[in-house]
């Protein structure tokens, strides 16, 4: 459907609009940081309206992409600036603008330190996501994807905890060795194609032997930003020392971009290399499943334990991604979104308690159920999505996952559904140490109740997780058409091995 | 009508548990306990005027899953199984919500309790309506749930929330066979709805398919996969150490969840894919040897505990077993008719000693009873209703739907069947014996609690001893007015198409003509088994203690559950525990961030400080590396023009 506005250069672009307002703000220290706070709530509310806009606007009966937009940029043959979405990003970017307003709630009180910077910062930071998902030229989204380190890395090193430093240049160590990677693929593809866009390239047929590499160098940048293992290690640090805004915003929206660059480009792009390759993203997707699960248990710190169990979550992921079944892929879209609201969800659980305890270490807690019911009841939900409950969103994309799976090989399904046990078992050790028991430290039984503030964070978040648990279907009516068109691409492919 | 009967619990949980947050326990009692007594009865009206009649019906509600060719609907699914499930749960549940206001009167969460008690009772009733797999599952796993909040309900008591999660993990378990077996049936026929899936059995039959890298018969797999969801859920050998511990809840709970229904939802899968499973015989035999050996198990368990709760729990376990070895024999129905008389007079017994508990001001070590029966007659005469019908006797609810499970098992003519026989008769000779022991420990003797809390022994409240009396009218007549209807010589037009039997599986037609002594032999043992507990416990009270000197090892293999839950914990939970500390500390620290970013960064710097280390700032430090420079460039260029 073409609009004659450019929407989504507008909805990419409304957070900066914030940043202007936030850079205009006068006055003595309480007025800024009080209108800062209501800049930043206020634009990204307004971006999440239009997003719905969009969403309603957006048609998902139709294969390709939609509100189109293109211009001149760069002065360059084939660099364009070129923007659109279809049903594999559309999702993504309502999680983007629905998270963000979030994440901004959940810093309220918790950060009181250059408040304003920080709004800079994750006004900065929304523009950048929504640009990943809409940019339809590969240079475009080059840039929208690399820039999005640099307000985490400021978030995470200025307003994280004791150790930000370390863990944000590693974070950034291991972001970036995987881009440069990805930025040679690319001039390469820019020469060879003679476009940088995106549909043309999707259109393009690379010779088998380039795709192989190609597939590799994309493949160093997703993996890391997924992660998968064992180029995970990062995500723990960062997600400790990360403020509860910057964990929810790096587990809800960051890690998807891996997933989404498998889907955008892996498959598509070089699907003979997708298919090759498929038995090693599955090892590695395995051992994450198991690995990190079992790390997961080894935890004493909560944050770090549900770091790790993304990690596990996000194996199941690119299984679903590299099955290359219909099940498969839409199981693991579905997944990602689910897990984009449950990891949010649970991650602003942890920052909750740690706003009134200072800790994070599990053994401080116990018995938290006495003081803050509502909290029990929201985190013991949010716990059940995360361990794959029917009748929760975690349990359509688990599922789908692993029906995909089953279909490229038992064992995978096999050796994959022993997550769901392991999952089981850390989550609702962490519930139990945390939650249940007589509360007997007095920092404990002083902790006050949930505030309307927090639980008007929670509240959407539970709706959508039950909703989607329930009614899944207009998520994956959404996705449907994509989905077939990547299929289709991979299909040709194997046809063209087929008769080499 | 179908649809009212499964979402009235729903309704009641959802505003109890607003109540709950009201702190208002009034609304909370009202709105769940309004909820499951009109959906008790309309089930019962669904029974007398659908399934009796044999109308099936099947209520369409909504779009769940659809991707490719994976479709799954929420859909309720009405038939003669579903029918008598819903009876049972429904009638149970109602009883056991109403036992609940008299038992949970002290406690401050009451809103709370029956919110859970209404939530378990829908997800229960989604299970038993499902029509594919998927909501089945979807049931299987909501009343883990449910069961999960209920164990774990008194979540100040480590014991209880350990319980809690040990039965939602061993739970799972048994649901990653399950949800394999889905994906199984999915890539062999295309589908997960029933009626599609039975549709194909037949054809499937001699098909294999392959699994781990090994060919093996289709239906077998998708079976054995499907009966380990089962053995979780239903307790089984194996898969059995959640129950025990489950007793850790309220007892209303372990009336409900873990003795009438919840742990019934194994045999009632088995039943509902009785048109699947009739074609795989390996598994059928599979399912009447774990049955027959759990059977047994549990009773030599049960017999030497001293928790009044365990011992009901073990024995829960041990009739389990009946039921599953009736449908390994393929006779289902007699499976179904002892699943409905054994949530009668199951519940009845865990009502009664809940009752006992409630007298004895929360006791519930047998060692500190005996000796009240005459301050609590009615609790008292109960309890014998529910043991005579457990154990069997002539005309009770346990004497017709046993009786005929060994008789089908007998009737099978087959080793299996006869290994189930023999077993079955063995725990029912143990069965009595741990029965009588109980009723002997807890009422009669001298009193072994403290005169304090013998002056407080009272009769409990009318709205706690309505339901037993409730129940107790199911436990004598239920099993002599289904008898003609369940398993008569007409049970076919019953059960309709809801239960397919193959013609050549006879154990349910011949169930009706096995020799005397075969019929008689469940009375005899049964009477034996009194007996005998009547002189351990009665008679020569020092008997007990003898006989376990004596027999010390097995007694301690007894008592000690065979130490199952040891041999787990060795084997497993504690090498993962310790296996992710190794991952964590080793793979994680040690080797990736050791040699990747670390080491990296480590590299970086050492190289760093080398390269500061040379601009030492002494110009013959630089001359002389000039010089080697010069000297080298001259060297390779020479080379290569003589080269």
């Known amino acids: ?75 360059l043959d084939g660099i364009g600036y070129h923007m659109g979405v279809d049903g594999i990003s559309m999702p993504f970017v309502v999680l983007t603008t629905l998270l963000t307003p979030l994440a901004i709630l959940a810093s309220w009180k918790s950060v009181t330190l250059r408040v304003r910077e920080y709004m800079i910062a994750f006004m900065l930071l929304e523009t950048l996501m929504i640009g990943t998902f809409c940019a339809l030229d590969m240079v475009l989204f080059y840039l929208f994807f690399e820039a999005v380190l640099i307000p985490m890395f400021l978030i995470i090193g200025i307003w994280g905890g004791m150790r930000r430093v370390y863990a944000s240049f590693k974070f950034f160590l291991y972001t970036l060795a995987g881009s440069v990677l990805m930025l040679v693929a690319m001039l390469y593809m820019a020469t060879t194609a003679q476009t940088t866009d995106i549909p043309l390239l999707q259109e393009f047929a690379f010779s088998p032997a380039a795709q192989t590499w190609l597939f590799l160098a994309f493949f160093a940048s997703f993996a890391v930003k997924v992660p998968m293992w064992p180029v995970h290690t990062w995500l723990p640090d960062a997600h400790v020392e990360a403020p509860t805004a910057g964990s929810m915003i790096l587990a809800g929206i960051l890690l998807k971009m891996g997933g989404y660059g498998f889907l955008r480009f892996s498959l598509p792009m070089f699907p003979e290399a997708s298919v090759y390759f498929a038995p090693m993203i599955f090892s590695l997707s395995v051992v994450a499943v198991i690995y990190t699960s079992l790390v997961a248990l080894a935890q004493t710190d909560m944050k770090k334990m549900i770091a790790y169990s993304s990690v596990a979550h996000m194996g199941f992921v690119t299984i679903g991604i590299f099955t290359m079944t219909e099940q498969g892929i839409a199981g693991a879209m579905f997944q990602m979104i689910s897990h984009g609201l449950v990891s949010a969800a649970l991650f602003f659980a942890v920052g909750v308690v740690y706003d009134r305890l200072h800790t994070r270490e599990i053994d401080a807690y116990g018995g938290v159920a006495d003081s803050m ?121 194997a046809d063209a091995m087929g008769t080499q | 009508m179908i649809t009212a009967i499964v979402f009235l619990p729903l309704l009641g949980a959802i505003g109890a548990g607003i109540f709950s947050l009201m702190k208002n326990d009034r609304g909370g009692f009202i709105v769940s306990i309004g909820g499951i007594m009109l959906s008790m009865v309309l089930s019962w009206v669904a029974f ?28 309720l699914r009405y038939d003669a199984l579903t029918a008598v499930m819903m009876i049972v749960v429904t009638t149970v549940s109602a009883m056991v919500h109403l036992y609940s206001v008299g038992y949970m009167s002290h406690d401050n969460a009451k809103p709370r309790f029956m919110a859970y008690l209404s939530l378990f009772t829908f997800a229960m009733l989604m299970l038993v309506t499902a029509d594919n797999l998927v909501q089945m599952f979807f049931g299987w796993e909501g009343v883990g749930v449910a069961s999960y909040l209920l164990i774990g309900f008194w979540y100040h008591r480590p014991s209880a929330h350990e319980a809690a999660m040990k039965a939602f993990v061993v739970n799972r378990v048994g649901d990653f066979g399950y949800a394999l077996g ?6 062999m026929t295309g589908s997960v709805q029933l009626d599609e899936i039975f549709a194909m059995a037949p054809d499937l039959a001699g098909r294999s398919i392959e699994f781990l890298s090994f060919e093996v018969p289709a239906l077998e797999l998708a079976g054995m996969l499907l009966f380990i969801g089962a053995m979780g859920k239903s307790a089984q050998l194996g898969l059995h150490t959640w129950l025990p511990d489950a007793m850790e809840g309220p007892t209303p709970v372990s009336a409900l969840i873990h003795a009438a229904t919840m742990v019934t939802a194994g045999v009632f899968m088995v039943c509902r894919l009785s048109p699947m499973l009739e074609f795989a015989p390996f598994t059928l035999d599979f399912i009447t040897i774990v049955g027959a050996l ?37 006779a289902y129905p007699a499976a179904m008719f002892h699943l409905t ?122 709205v706690m001893t309505i339901p037993l009396f409730v129940l107790a009218i199911g436990a004598v007549f239920s099993g002599f007015l289904l008898y003609d209807l369940f398993v008569g010589h007409h049970w076919n037009d019953f059960w309709g198409n809801s239960i397919l039997i193959l013609p050549e599986h006879t154990a349910m037609a011949d169930a009706h003509h096995v020799p005397k002594i075969i019929k008689l032999m469940p009375l005899i043992v049964g009477v034996a088994g009194v007996t005998l507990a009547w002189l ?18 097995l007694h301690l293999l007894f008592f000690n559950k065979w130490f199952v839950d040891e041999l787990y914990d060795a084997l497993l939970v504690r090498p993962s525990v310790r296996l992710g500390r190794l991952f964590w500390s080793r793979g994680d620290i040690g080797i990736i961030d050791a040699f990747g970013p670390n080491g990296m960064s480590a590299l970086v710097s050492r190289f760093s400080v080398l390269c500061s280390r040379m601009q030492t700032g002494y110009v013959f430090h630089y001359a002389f590396a000039m010089l080697i420079g010069v000297v080298a460039l001259v060297a390779w260029y020479a080379r290569t023009i003589g080269g």
């Open chain 1, 1 to 75: 459907m073409e609009t004659t506005w450019p929407i989504l250069t507008i909805l990419t672009f409304l957070p900066m609009i914030g940043v202007v307002f936030l850079l205009l703000i006068r006055g003595d220290d309480d007025v800024v940081i009080r209108n800062s706070r209501n800049v930043a709530l206020w634009v990204s509310g307004f971006t999440f309206v239009m997003s719905l806009f969009v969403l309603f606007n957006f048609d998902p009966a139709v294969a390709g992409y939609q509100f189109e937009d293109r211009g001149i940029w760069l002065a």
């Open chain 2, 294 to 330: 759990t059977a047994i198990f549990a009773a030599t368990i049960g017999f030497t505990q001293f928790d009044i709760k365990r011992v009901i729990a073990y024995s829960t376990c041990s009739q389990l077993g009946y039921m599953f070895f009736a449908a390994g024999v393929s």
């Open chain 1, 373 to 493: 019911p509502r909290y029990a009841a929201f985190f013991m939900l949010m716990m059940l999505a995360s361990v794959g409950l029917p009748g929760t969103s975690g349990f359509v994309g688990e599922f789908l996952v692993l029906v995909g799976a089953w279909q490229s090989s038992t064992l995978l399904a096999f050796l994959t559904a022993t997550g769901l046990i392991l999952g089981a078992t850390y989550m609702l050790w962490l519930y139990r140490r945390v939650v249940f028991g007589r509360a007997e430290k007095e920092e404990v039984i002083a902790m006050t109740p949930l505030e309307g503030r927090e639980m008007l964070i929670f509240a959407p978040l539970t709706v959508l997780v039950l909703w989607y648990g329930i009614f899944p279907g207009g998520l994956l009516d959404t996705m449907q058409p994509a989905i077939a068109t990547i299929l289709g691409h991979v299909a040709d492919a």
């Open chain 2, 48 to 75: 007398i005027t659908m399934a009796v009649p044999g109308i099936n019906e099947t209520v369409f509600l909504a779009k769940w899953i659809s991707s490719g060719g994976f479709e799954v609907d929420w859909a």
């Open chain 2, 341 to 462: 008389t054994h949530a009668f007079f199951k519940a009845l017994l865990f009502l009664g000693a809940g009752s006992v508990i409630h007298a004895l001001s929360d006791e519930q070590d047998m060692r500190r009873m005996g000796g009240v029966w005459k301050k609590i007659p009615f609790t008292y005469s109960m309890m014998w209703i529910g043991s005579l019908a457990l154990a069997g006797f002539p005309f009770f609810a346990g004497y017709f739907s046993k009786d005929m499970i060994l008789e089908a098992a007998w009737a099978q003519h087959r080793f299996t069947g006869e290994f189930a026989y023999i077993l079955g008769i063995m725990a029912a000779f143990l069965t009595a014996f741990y029965s009588w022991r109980l009723l002997f420990m807890t009422f009669h003797g001298k009193p072994r609690a403290s005169d304090e809390v013998m002056s407080h022994v009272h009769e409990s409240p009318l």
């Open chain 2, 182 to 187: 889905i994906f199984a049936i999915f890539a």
């Open chain 2, 536 to 553: 351990f416990y009665i008679a020569v009270p020092g008997m007990p203690a003898l006989v376990a000197r004596v027999f010390k090892p």
